[in-house]
């Protein structure tokens, strides 16, 4: 696999429904990034794992959100109760290192909260 | 596949012509600059990045050019071809080695 790879695609789910989202990121990579884009807007920052730790989780929007990566490489964005402002296109990032490397994006999941 | 940038602005040139596309930042702090180029049902993709101690950085076609003093930066796509009709974003890292912070998107249309 060359690049970043996230399943499902797509997902629908009805509002209150949990979802997990995945993320498969460039083997060997250190860092991954979660980020939310609405339609017609530009990805907005969720959170970032440094390995296994999450360093920062400043963008989730409320506790329904939750993200884990136990092993450093794989990682579940997680998201409980859903509802209709949850729909958007997902992201998923991974870079190299820590400093300023380029992040490369996966397609991304759309989730739509009927 | 996912649409993006329904209510974008649009930026429409003829293929061959050269394409400029703005971008404000808003962190003054920000040390690092990346152009993305996102497709219909892709992910952003990399074009070329700018450090702040830089004001101009060239790649194959692409020009980023960065004025700290207004804080904006602009992208230069040389002799536009079909292929580069997307969604581009600017991004700005305020926090060096964490999260991005991506600007509204201009789409740009390549007309044969």
């Known amino acids: 696999g060359a690049g970043v790879s996230q399943s499902p695609r797509y997902k629908v789910a009805k509002r209150g429904q949990d979802v997990a989202l995945r993320c498969d990121p460039i083997s060997g990579h250190v860092s991954l990034f979660w980020y939310q884009q609405a339609l017609g807007q530009g990805p907005e920052f969720l959170t970032y794992?440094?390995?296994?730790?999450?360093?920062?989780k400043s963008g989730l929007p409320s506790d329904r959100f939750f993200a884990e990566r136990p092993e450093g490489s794989v990682s579940t964005l997680k998201i409980q109760r859903t509802q209709q402002e949850d729909s958007a296109v997902y992201l998923c990032a991974s870079s190299i290192g820590t400093g300023d490397n380029e992040q490369f994006f996966g397609p991304g999941t759309r989730l739509t909260v009927l | 596949g996912e649409s993006v940038g329904l209510h974008l602005p649009t930026l429409s040139v003829q293929e061959g012509d050269n394409s400029i596309i703005n971008c404000a930042y808003s962190?003054?702090?920000?040390?690092?600059f990346i152009w993305y180029k996102q497709e219909s049902g892709k992910g952003p993709q990399f074009i070329i990045d700018i450090r702040s101690n830089m004001d101009k950085r060239q790649g194959q076609r692409v020009t980023v050019l960065l004025n700290k003093t207004v804080k904006h930066l602009s992208l230069q796509i040389a002799a536009t071809q079909p292929g580069d009709s997307a969604v581009y974003f600017c991004a700005e890292n305020p926090n060096a080695g964490n999260m991005l912070t991506f600007g509204g998107g201009t789409r740009l249309m390549v007309k044969p």
């Open positions: 962190n003054s702090a920000s040390d690092y």
């Open positions: 794992f440094q390995n296994e730790a999450q360093l920062d």
